[in-house]
């Protein structure tokens, strides 16, 4: 098989991923549980400090979460002020527009979803006209999962400063393959997935937080700490981190920022090779219009004309083995946006294992298929 959806989950795992969560399984103690779980406990730390060092915050205030989604969840619902103004794109993921839309549907908050310019960015000019006096938040993808086009989260932060805006950033498809500095960007909350460009296991997300953002806790219980208390602590991570952590998947990603750490130079570079070879080689193809241009996360998204893309997409697995991601990749808005949300687009994402032989292999099977 071919595997070409790595923006939904890398399909590779380093043998020193596999090797470290298959120590924890063998080894199952539970962090700040019992004697044994100090060494858990220990493992967890080591892996909030590869985090805080990857992006630039405090490891204190690096949560772990049940997924990316969960991370935004809570950064979103936990920060939410009753009353106020939030802003956010058409380029967001399901996992951003639908809390959104559903704190704006019971009235706690009022909701603008920004438009880009003709060049397809958030300018500061933009996000300017949006602002209401009780604004508190803004929402912005790093890199559209569509169209893999990579917002200026630097100068964005810069604007929303100036405002006092929180600042929540989705990394879910930037993590691994752009560099990010919470710090320089002035990014409040930054949430992310192990399981894409880091190559870890899934079932894990983080919430990092900035200094100066604390949103109220959104699940609470028993927290291994200041046990006798009723109440949910007030000390972080604690805080934000009731029930078992899963363990497993945290070894894997300190596993997996050490790997990545060791080999991203050369591995971005291929991935920026073959998305260019394979988006030069799509663009010449005779009825099919392309939706992304060439970029470092190794997404490229197009339609064949007059086409369903999930038809495609059936297509090239089913005859082929090839696996690509069709249809309206939870992005709807985006997809209003391009005028594709009737047939959906087809998404290749590539990782540094895929091949330019696979590139070609992929060509012609989408050759065949569109001369059908």
């Known amino acids: 098989m071919i595997y070409f959806d790595n923006a939904a989950t890398t399909f590779f ?6 090797d470290a969560v298959t120590a924890t399984l063998t080894a199952s103690f539970n962090s700040n549980r019992g ?3 100090r060494k858990a406990a220990s493992s967890v730390f080591d892996t909030r400090q590869n985090v805080a060092d990857l992006v630039n915050c405090d490891p204190t205030r690096v949560i772990f979460c049940a997924g990316c989604t969960a991370a935004i969840n809570a950064a979103l619902i936990g920060g939410n002020r009753y009353g106020g103004h939030v802003i956010t794109t058409v380029f967001e993921h399901n996992s951003v527009i639908r809390p959104l839309k559903e704190m704006e549907r019971k009235g706690v908050i009022s909701l603008t979803i920004l438009k880009p310019n003709n060049d397809g960015y958030i300018t500061e000019e933009i996000i300017e006209r949006s602002l209401r006096p009780n604004t508190y938040m803004a929402v912005f993808s790093h890199v559209s999962n569509v169209t893999g086009r990579a917002q200026n ?12 805006i929180k600042f929540v950033v989705d990394g879910a498809q930037s993590i691994g393959y752009l560099p990010i500095d919470m710090k320089k960007c002035n990014i409040d909350a930054l949430c992310f997935p192990a399981h894409k460009g880091l190559h870890a296991p899934q079932g894990l997300g983080l919430m990092c937080l900035g200094n100066d953002f604390n949103p109220t806790p959104t699940c609470f219980g028993g927290t291994g700490s200041d046990s006798k208390n009723l109440y949910q602590p007030d000390f972080l991570p604690d805080k934000y981190e009731s029930g ?15 790997w990545w750490q060791n080999s991203k130079n050369e591995r971005l570079q291929k991935i920026k090779k073959i998305q260019s070879y394979l988006h030069e080689k799509i663009e010449k193809l005779p009825n099919v219009v392309l939706y992304s241009s060439k970029n470092d996360s190794g997404i490229i998204s197009f339609a064949v004309i007059e086409r369903d893309s999930n038809e495609i997409g059936d297509i090239l697995f089913d005859e082929y083995e090839i696996a690509t991601r069709a249809g309206l990749h939870c992005a709807p808005l985006t997809h209003e946006y391009l005028h594709t949300i009737e047939n959906g687009l087809i998404r290749i994402s590539l990782s540094a294992e895929n091949t330019i032989d696979e590139c070609d292999i992929f060509i012609n099977a989408l050759t065949k298929i569109i001369e059908k």
């Open 13 to 18: 795992k380093p043998k020193e991923v596999i």
């Open 244 to 258: 078992t952590l899963n363990h497993p998947a945290i070894a894997g990603l300190n596993a997996a920022i050490n």
């Open 35 to 37: 004697a044994g779980g």
């Open 153 to 164: 989260i630097e100068k964005i932060g810069e604007t929303l400063k100036k405002h006092g």
